[in-house]
């Protein structure tokens, strides 16, 4: 393990001890974890929004698969965190704030984005706080744009019935079993609107096809 890999390690493991509701692990997220959060993110997603990026860890990963500084925005809380992340990445945007504000400020010169990644521990935030985050989020990314979130639980840490309130869903991508704990990683997408009945598109009335 390198210094700079054991420092993150304990300076992680600190916040953790400071405060474990906000962070919502002892370490760091691994290269595993990392590799699977990002794997449907390139260069050409476009700009790229992180909340709660804590050492850099996703953010590392999102510059590896092609992405740019310029077009990312790291949006943590913990002060520490934050000064760390705008020296390892100075040309990234870095703005120690709350992710439930994150609707009020204005991105990548009002260019919506194309995913966000999110290391936040939402499965012990209120659904109040949940709910403004994701309203956040999907207010700053363009239609088909997604929310990525990891959880250490068995099923999506974001319950049906705020996803149903919202208009989303939420698609499992895969599992990274060599983290630390073991991390599963979802895709919160907005759902297509259905169609009403008498609509010229809906099934039953749109025209027969040649």
């Known amino acids: ?18 405060n474990p509701l906000r962070v919502a692990a002892m370490l760091p997220s691994g290269r595993a974890l990392s590799s699977l959060i990002t794997s449907e993110i390139s260069a050409e997603t476009g700009p790229v929004v992180e909340l709660g990026p804590g050492t850099g ?31 390892r990445f100075p040309r990234a945007r870095t703005l120690w704030m709350d992710a439930s ?8 010169g009002g260019t919506p984005a194309g995913a966000v990644v999110s290391g936040l521990p939402v499965l012990s935030m209120p659904p109040r706080k949940v709910i403004a985050i994701l309203d956040g989020a999907f207010a700053k990314l363009r ?46 997408s907005r759902r297509q609107p259905r169609l009403a009945a008498g609509h010229p598109f809906h099934p039953r009335t749109a025209p027969d096809q040649a």
């Open 143 to 188: 239609p088909d744009g997604a929310f990525y979130q990891f959880t250490y639980g068995p099923t999506c840490p974001i319950p049906r019935a705020l996803l149903d309130r919202l208009g989303l869903k939420a698609t499992h991508i895969g599992r990274a079993l060599a983290n630390i704990p073991p991390a599963a990683v979802y895709r919160i």
């Open 101 to 108: 504000r994150l609707k009020g400020v204005e991105l990548f």
């Open 1 to 18: 393990m390198s210094d700079s890999t054991f420092a993150d390690a304990f300076g992680f493991f600190r916040a953790w001890l400071g």
């Open 57 to 87: 860890a996703f953010t590392r990963a999102l510059i590896a698969r092609g992405v740019a500084q310029e077009k990312l925005a790291l949006i943590e809380y913990g002060s520490e965190f934050a000064v760390k992340l705008h020296h």
